[in-house]
T-cell receptor, first 114, second 114 residues
Framework: ETGVTQTPRHLVMGMTNKKSLKCEQHLGHNAMYWYKQSAKKPLELMFVYNFKEQTENNSVPSRFSPECPNSSHLFLHLHTLQPEDSALYLC?????????????FGQGTRLTVV | SQQGEEDPQALSIQEGENATMNCSYKTSINNLQWYRQNSGRGLVHLILIRSNEREKHSGRLRVTLDTSKKSSSLLITASRAADTASYFCATDASLSGANSKLTFGKGITLSVRP
């Protein structure tokens, strides 16, 4: 248990569905992240939030919509996804977005788009 | 790209042997971190070595950093079957302002045979 909780752990959705991934951290951190992990590829940083404000969007398609209502919660809203979006989506948090801080990851949501 | 690139991609050893994994990167960094991931789970932080450090130990882990060669190695001594996992190096490099960015490699799959 790393203090970062993601729900659901598994999600199967059709291409016309709308779903949301949730992440909650109990560590008092100020920064939260969404990563996408696909087989045989490096971990891809999608979004960064610092003190609830989005500081980075790594050219992510608009069918992925993040929301950060407070420093402890992060959502990823999904709509009209494609099969190639199937992957493990990982949420992480860190004390800050400054240097020399480690990231704490959730267990991930395994997403399958059919 | 300044992402870490791990070598080898896969490693299979006998229990009790040592495992050595390497990481190379391309640009200046604040620190380099190693993470572990069990199948289908989140990443767990193992160790962080700062750019002004050359070697660091944590239990059975030994990490070295050579900034002149832009490379790092992770040594796991007296390996156990439970060490079977994927291992990632991540480079922490400064962005504009006070922020930095953690960039991950593709990972090394370590299998430890009982």
């Amino acid at each position: 248990e790393t203090g970062v909780t993601q729900t659901p752990r598994h999600l199967v959705m059709g291409m016309t569905n709308k779903k949301s991934l949730k992440c909650e951290q109990h560590l008092g951190h100020n920064a939260m992240y969404w990563y996408k992990q696909s087989a045989k590829k490096p971990l891809e940083l999608m979004f960064v939030y610092n003190f609830k404000e989005q500081t980075e969007n790594n050219s992510v398609p608009s069918r992925f919509s993040p929301e950060c209502p407070n420093s402890s919660h992060l959502f990823l809203h999904l709509h009209t996804l494609q099969p190639e979006d199937s992957a493990l989506y990982l949420c992480a948090s860190s004390q800050s977005t400054g240097p020399n801080t480690e990231a704490f990851f959730g267990q991930g949501t395994r997403l399958t788009v059919v | 790209s300044q992402q870490g690139e791990e070598d080898p991609q896969a490693l299979s050893i006998q229990e009790g042997e040592n495992a050595t994994m390497n990481c190379s990167y391309k640009t200046s960094i604040n620190n380099l971190q190693w993470y572990r991931q069990n199948s289908g789970r989140g990443l767990v932080h193992l160790i962080l070595i700062r750019s002004n450090e050359r070697e660091k130990h944590s239990g059975r882990l030994r990490v070295t950093l050579d900034t002149s060669k832009k490379s790092s190695s992770l040594l796991i001594t007296a390996s156990r079957a439970a060490d079977t996992a994927s291992y990632f190096c991540a480079t922490d490099a400064s962005l504009s302002g006070a922020n930095s960015k953690l960039t991950f490699g593709k990972g090394i799959t370590l299998s430890v045979r009982p």
